[in-house]
């Protein structure tokens, strides 16, 4: 199981990009925000690692890591929405699966209100894109139900693979993950 999933997260290394935040637009509803947080790698990979990254952290940081992320990101969200300027957003998001994935492969553990500070920061981006996206589908409201429950489960996953491989492998494996994370987030900066 542990091998399925750092070799998942190896051949996403090598997609062909980060389309999931294409400002574009979006044409469906409940079903397409249910897809897009699963096949927009860059938003998948920075999920997991936050529920990987809680997991490794432990005490309410289990939890409070992966509730916070989307708290801020509906804040973001309302940025988008309203259309208000946020530079750099595709640079924020790539940044934020490169930096989570460093911050597991190095086994980091700043003080409670630093890890949430970095979360929120980049929830922000993340929330930005897909506020922007929202106004377009032709659902905005099941689009974004949609969106909100395949993020929670994205989430959860990461928490529930974090606390396996952390047991199993005394975290070396959460680190190997956060490391094939991080490089498929420097792909996502240079591509």
């Known amino acids: 199981m542990v091998l399925r999933v750092l070799t998942a997260v190896l051949v996403l290394c090598f997609v062909t990009s980060a389309s999931a ?3 574009q637009g979006l044409n469906g509803g409940f079903a397409s925000g249910l897809e897009h947080p699963l096949f927009g790698f ?3 990979l920075a999920m997991l690692a936050v529920g990987v990254w809680g997991a490794q952290m432990g005490g309410r940081l289990i939890w409070a890591l992966p509730v916070a992320f989307p708290l801020v990101m509906a804040f973001g969200s309302l940025l988008g929405i ?6 750099h957003v595709e640079l924020g998001i790539a940044l ?3 930096a989570l994935g ?3 492969a190095l086994a980091l553990r700043p003080p409670a209100f630093v890890a949430l500070l970095v979360i929120a920061v ?3 981006f993340h929330g930005y894109a897909h506020g922007f996206e929202l106004p377009r589908a032709a659902d ?3 689009y974004a139900v949609g969106f909100v429950f395949a993020t929670g489960l994205i989430h ?3 928490v529930g693979i974090g606390l396996t491989i952390g047991k199993i492998s005394e975290g070396r494996m959460a680190k190997g993950m956060g490391g094939l994370i991080a490089v498929a987030g420097l792909y996502f900066l240079i591509t």
């Not at 309203?82 to 530079?87: F, I, K, T, V, W």
């Open 21 to 23: 935040h294409t400002m």
């Open 156 to 158: 959860i996953a990461g």
């Open 102 to 104: 460093l911050v597991i």
């Open 122 to 124: 980049f929830a922000i």
């Open 140 to 142: 905005p409201s099941a």
């Open 42 to 44: 860059d938003h998948l």
């Open 96 to 98: 934020s699966v490169m």
């Open 82 to 87: 309203a259309g208000l300027p946020l530079s």
